[in-house]
Nanobody, 121 residues
Framework: QVQLVESGGGLVQPGGSLRLSCAAS????????MSWVRQAPGKGLEWVSS????????YYADSVKGRFTISRDNAKNTLYLQMNSLKSEDTAVYYC??????????????WGQGTQVTVSS
């Protein structure tokens, strides 16, 4: 069965860095786009970043552009999110999600359990 397991979250001071990982199993990882999505306390889901199946193209929300970097290692079936210059507003639970294309639209068909990122002094 499909499993996505995030790790790497924690407490960091403003301006600090964290690297999130998402270990994937149960599907052909290298065949699928992947995304990071976050949910801040009391707010809805916010798309953060996506990457194509071969890693050749990446996409970012304006709120994280220039600070976050998405990458993947298809040999290790692992997705990453390098987060630099963290701000308090980056505090959220971060989820990795597998992207499925349905009728021409991208949908998330599997999610990890999430990892908490807290940015605070």
């Amino acid at each position: 069965q499909v499993q996505l397991v995030e790790s790497g979250g924690g407490l960091v001071q403003p301006g600090g860095s964290l690297r999130l990982s998402c270990a994937a199993s149960g599907f052909t990882f290298s065949s699928y786009y992947m995304s990071w999505v976050r949910q801040a306390p009391g707010k809805g889901l916010e798309w953060v970043s996506s990457i194509t199946n071969d890693g050749s193209n990446t996409y970012y929300a304006d709120s994280v552009k220039g600070r976050f970097t998405i990458s993947r290692d298809n040999a290790k079936n692992t997705l990453y999110l390098q987060m630099n210059s963290l701000k308090s507003e980056d505090t959220a639970v971060y989820y990795c999600a597998k992207v499925e294309v349905v009728a021409g639209s991208e949908e998330y068909d599997y999610w990890g359990q999430g990892t908490q990122v807290t940015v605070s002094s």
